[in-house]
Protein backbone atom coordinates (compact mmCIF):
# COMPACT_ATOMS: atom_id res chain seq x y z
CA UNK A 1 0.00 0.00 0.00
CA UNK A 2 0.89 3.17 -0.56
CA UNK A 3 1.27 5.07 2.31
CA UNK A 4 2.71 8.44 1.07
CA UNK A 5 -0.40 8.27 -1.33
CA UNK A 6 -3.16 7.79 1.34
CA UNK A 7 -1.47 10.44 3.25
CA UNK A 8 -1.71 13.16 0.84
CA UNK A 9 -5.55 11.83 0.02
CA UNK A 10 -5.55 12.01 3.83
CA UNK A 11 -4.88 15.85 3.90
CA UNK A 12 -7.38 16.52 1.13
CA UNK A 13 -10.21 14.92 3.15
CA UNK A 14 -9.05 16.66 6.08
CA UNK A 15 -8.88 19.61 4.90
CA UNK A 16 -11.81 21.12 6.51
CA UNK A 17 -10.89 20.41 10.03
CA UNK A 18 -7.81 22.24 9.60
CA UNK A 19 -9.44 25.06 8.31
CA UNK A 20 -11.87 24.75 10.84
CA UNK A 21 -8.65 24.58 13.86
CA UNK A 22 -7.12 27.95 12.04
CA UNK A 23 -9.84 29.79 13.39
CA UNK A 24 -8.71 28.88 17.33
CA UNK A 25 -5.75 30.88 17.30
CA UNK A 26 -3.60 28.10 18.72
CA UNK A 27 -0.31 26.60 17.57
CA UNK A 28 0.58 23.98 15.27
CA UNK A 29 2.79 22.71 18.90
CA UNK A 30 -0.68 22.38 20.69
CA UNK A 31 -1.99 19.46 18.07
CA UNK A 32 1.54 18.09 18.29
CA UNK A 33 1.28 18.09 22.48
CA UNK A 34 -2.32 16.84 22.19
CA UNK A 35 -1.04 13.93 20.50
CA UNK A 36 1.20 13.05 23.70
CA UNK A 37 -1.97 13.81 25.90
CA UNK A 38 -4.58 11.43 23.59
CA UNK A 39 -1.49 8.78 23.90
CA UNK A 40 -1.68 8.61 27.66
CA UNK A 41 -5.53 8.21 27.11
CA UNK A 42 -4.76 5.94 24.79
CA UNK A 43 -2.26 3.82 26.93
CA UNK A 44 -4.93 3.70 29.71
CA UNK A 45 -7.12 2.08 27.62
CA UNK A 46 -5.11 -0.54 26.85
CA UNK A 47 -3.77 -1.39 30.07
CA UNK A 48 -7.32 -1.64 31.47
CA UNK A 49 -8.15 -3.72 28.17
CA UNK A 50 -10.49 -1.91 26.59
CA UNK A 51 -8.62 -1.93 23.19
CA UNK A 52 -11.46 -0.73 20.88
CA UNK A 53 -11.55 2.50 22.92
CA UNK A 54 -7.77 2.89 22.76
CA UNK A 55 -8.49 2.58 18.55
CA UNK A 56 -10.79 5.44 18.82
CA UNK A 57 -7.50 7.58 20.79
CA UNK A 58 -5.33 6.05 18.27
CA UNK A 59 -7.39 7.94 15.73
CA UNK A 60 -7.67 11.13 16.91
CA UNK A 61 -3.79 10.87 18.40
CA UNK A 62 -2.69 10.16 15.01
CA UNK A 63 -5.18 12.91 13.33
CA UNK A 64 -3.19 15.35 15.77
CA UNK A 65 0.03 14.02 14.60
CA UNK A 66 -1.49 14.40 11.02
CA UNK A 67 -2.83 17.96 10.93
CA UNK A 68 -0.19 20.00 13.07
CA UNK A 69 1.96 19.75 9.79
CA UNK A 70 -0.61 20.90 7.94
CA UNK A 71 -1.35 24.06 10.35
CA UNK A 72 1.74 24.73 10.23
CA UNK A 73 2.46 25.30 6.92
CA UNK A 74 -1.05 27.30 6.41
CA UNK A 75 0.29 29.16 8.89
CA UNK A 76 3.74 29.80 7.34
CA UNK A 77 5.34 28.82 10.67
CA UNK A 78 6.92 25.62 9.95
CA UNK A 79 10.60 25.53 11.83
CA UNK A 80 12.89 22.52 12.78
CA UNK A 81 12.00 23.23 16.22
CA UNK A 82 8.22 21.97 15.06
CA UNK A 83 10.10 19.47 13.09
CA UNK A 84 11.87 18.26 16.25
CA UNK A 85 9.60 18.52 18.46
CA UNK A 86 7.29 16.50 16.30
CA UNK A 87 9.87 13.94 15.90
CA UNK A 88 10.64 14.21 19.83
CA UNK A 89 6.66 13.61 20.24
CA UNK A 90 6.05 10.73 17.99
CA UNK A 91 8.96 8.42 19.80
CA UNK A 92 7.13 9.43 23.42
CA UNK A 93 3.53 8.65 22.19
CA UNK A 94 4.58 5.27 20.42
CA UNK A 95 6.45 4.51 24.15
CA UNK A 96 3.37 5.55 26.45
CA UNK A 97 1.07 3.49 24.01
CA UNK A 98 3.71 0.49 24.07
CA UNK A 99 3.48 0.94 28.00
CA UNK A 100 0.26 0.34 28.37
CA UNK A 101 0.17 -2.56 26.39
CA UNK A 102 3.10 -3.44 28.14
CA UNK A 103 1.07 -3.25 31.15
CA UNK A 104 -2.39 -5.32 29.97
CA UNK A 105 0.24 -8.55 29.06
CA UNK A 106 2.50 -8.01 31.95
CA UNK A 107 1.92 -11.51 33.55
CA UNK A 108 1.58 -13.10 30.35
CA UNK A 109 4.68 -14.14 27.27
CA UNK A 110 2.99 -11.20 25.43
CA UNK A 111 4.34 -8.77 27.40
CA UNK A 112 8.24 -9.58 26.15
CA UNK A 113 6.29 -9.52 22.91
CA UNK A 114 4.92 -6.19 22.92
CA UNK A 115 8.44 -4.97 24.67
CA UNK A 116 10.08 -6.19 21.07
CA UNK A 117 7.64 -4.27 19.54
CA UNK A 118 8.57 -1.07 21.43
CA UNK A 119 12.72 -1.87 20.57
CA UNK A 120 11.75 -2.55 16.69
CA UNK A 121 9.53 0.83 16.41
CA UNK A 122 12.53 2.46 18.02
CA UNK A 123 15.25 0.58 15.85
CA UNK A 124 13.32 1.28 13.11
CA UNK A 125 13.41 5.71 13.47
CA UNK A 126 16.86 5.58 15.04
CA UNK A 127 18.12 4.13 11.70
CA UNK A 128 16.58 6.73 9.78
CA UNK A 129 17.65 8.92 12.18
CA UNK A 130 20.78 8.19 12.13
CA UNK A 131 21.45 7.23 8.29
CA UNK A 132 20.65 10.67 7.96
CA UNK A 133 23.30 12.20 10.35
CA UNK A 134 25.46 10.29 8.16
CA UNK A 135 23.83 12.70 5.34
CA UNK A 136 22.19 9.16 3.95
CA UNK A 137 18.49 9.00 2.89
CA UNK A 138 16.66 5.81 4.64
CA UNK A 139 13.24 5.68 4.41
CA UNK A 140 13.83 1.83 3.17
CA UNK A 141 11.81 -0.72 4.61
CA UNK A 142 8.43 -1.37 5.84
CA UNK A 143 6.44 -0.87 9.21
CA UNK A 144 7.21 2.56 9.09
CA UNK A 145 4.92 4.86 12.07
CA UNK A 146 2.06 5.20 10.00
CA UNK A 147 2.20 1.09 9.16
CA UNK A 148 2.79 0.72 12.68
CA UNK A 149 -0.28 2.59 13.68
CA UNK A 150 -2.27 0.80 11.62
CA UNK A 151 -1.71 -2.39 12.75
CA UNK A 152 -2.46 -1.08 16.16
CA UNK A 153 -5.64 0.28 15.12
CA UNK A 154 -6.71 -2.73 13.34
CA UNK A 155 -5.24 -4.85 16.09
CA UNK A 156 -7.69 -3.51 18.83
CA UNK A 157 -10.65 -3.39 16.87
CA UNK A 158 -10.57 -7.58 17.30
CA UNK A 159 -9.80 -7.25 20.73
CA UNK A 160 -6.84 -8.45 23.30
CA UNK A 161 -6.81 -12.04 21.95
CA UNK A 162 -6.43 -11.72 18.06
CA UNK A 163 -4.05 -8.20 19.18
CA UNK A 164 -1.85 -10.55 20.10
CA UNK A 165 -1.24 -11.36 16.38
CA UNK A 166 -1.10 -7.92 15.32
CA UNK A 167 1.79 -7.61 17.68
CA UNK A 168 3.64 -10.68 16.52
CA UNK A 169 3.37 -8.50 12.31
CA UNK A 170 4.48 -5.47 14.44
CA UNK A 171 7.20 -7.45 16.19
CA UNK A 172 8.88 -8.96 12.93
CA UNK A 173 8.25 -6.24 10.48
CA UNK A 174 9.76 -3.55 12.79
CA UNK A 175 12.80 -5.84 13.64
CA UNK A 176 13.04 -6.50 10.04
CA UNK A 177 13.02 -3.31 8.63
CA UNK A 178 15.83 -1.98 11.33
CA UNK A 179 17.93 -4.87 10.28
CA UNK A 180 17.40 -4.14 6.91
CA UNK A 181 18.12 -0.55 6.73
CA UNK A 182 21.43 -0.91 8.72
CA UNK A 183 22.30 -3.73 5.86
CA UNK A 184 20.47 -0.85 3.13
CA UNK A 185 23.40 1.84 4.91
CA UNK A 186 26.54 -1.13 4.79
CA UNK A 187 25.60 -1.33 1.11
CA UNK A 188 25.74 2.48 0.51
CA UNK A 189 29.00 2.25 1.86
CA UNK A 190 28.96 5.37 3.28
Not at 13 to 39: D, E, Q
Not at 42 to 58: C, H, S
Not at 101 to 123: E, N, P, R, W
Not at 132 to 143: H, M, Q, R, S
Request: net charge positive.
Amino acid sequence: MDYTKLKSDARVLLRPIVNLYLKTGLSPNFLTLSSLGLSLITAYLYKIGQFRYAALMLIFSGLCDTLDGDVARRLHKVSKFGAFLDSVVDRYTESIIFFGILLYYIKTYVFILAFFCLIGSFMVSYTRARAEGLGEDCKVGICQRTERFTLLLIGSLFGPHIFVYFLWAIMILTNFTAVYRIYYVWKRKI
